[in-house]
């Protein structure tokens, strides 16, 4: 059950802040969402990764505000197809700044599967991790946030497999004026990635996904914000992972933020339907 993976990195980049969190409502959302569970030739076929993209999909849809039209999902694609699906988006999102119809927006790409320190694993194809960081720092939205969950450099009770490299440092540049950025990792460098048949999925998207449905509002206010959904993830995957034979899960997180509130992420009352027991 077990396979030894490459360096995990579950990131996000974001810049800016809404001012206060019923600002979701009016926040245009933006996503590419890709899970492949096949990675390079030599690396075993994963179960969940795209059954992971789809669970980030919902969650996003009926509690973080994203219209169908402004998803892409992607499971089981090559790396040139996710990065035309990026680089569409940001023209979009470019010409919607350029003829002054944009309002506050965020895009986010979450990615699930395999990776090293320096390249997704999309079957046979890669993308630089580097390549990914430019572009979504190239986007003109508002808030960029991109989340990889893969393996090890930083990742859940399967090891999602690969080859150990040595873990990948990410350099940020001077940001500039109203932008941040945050780096969570699902592991430490040290650590695997782990997959969970009970769970059907990963770890560290399972209990991110439980946050942002709810788990993680400890205030009560129906608004879960990043602080709140990453102290969940945290807390989940290391009580969870502690009780498998591949060992203990320590996800990390770093910040470069500068003046900047919560990060609202989902509305629990947006349908309507949703009770709280």
Known sequence: MRRLGPPALAALLLGGSPEAAGQITQMDRYAVIVGNNVG?????????????????????????????????????????????????????????ATGGQQRPSMLLVYYSGHADARALHLGESRLEIRELEQLIRGSAATFRLLIVDACRSGALTRVKGGRLRPPLRITVDRPAKGEGVVFLTSSAASEDAQESDRLRGSFF??????????????????????????????????????????????????????????????????DGRRARL
Do not use: W
């Open 40 to 96: 390079a030739r030599d690396e075993a076929r994963l179960r969940f990764a795209e059954t992971d993209a789809n669970k980030v999909y919902r969650v996003l849809r009926e509690l973080g505000g994203l219209p169908p039209e402004n998803a892409v999902v992607l499971r089981g694609e090559g790396a040139e197809t996710v990065r035309r699906a990026v680089i569409a988006f940001n023209a979009r999102l470019r010409g919607e």
């Open 205 to 270: 998207t399972h209990y991110l996904v439980s946050a942002l449905v709810g788990a993680a509002d400890s205030n009560g206010d129906g608004i879960v914000v990043l602080d709140e959904a990453y102290r969940h993830a945290y807390e989940s995957t290391l009580r969870a992972s502690s009780r498998t034979l591949a060992g203990t899960q320590h996800p990390t997180y770093r910040y470069e933020l500068r003046g900047h509130g919560q990060i609202p992420l989902t509305r629990l009352d947006r």
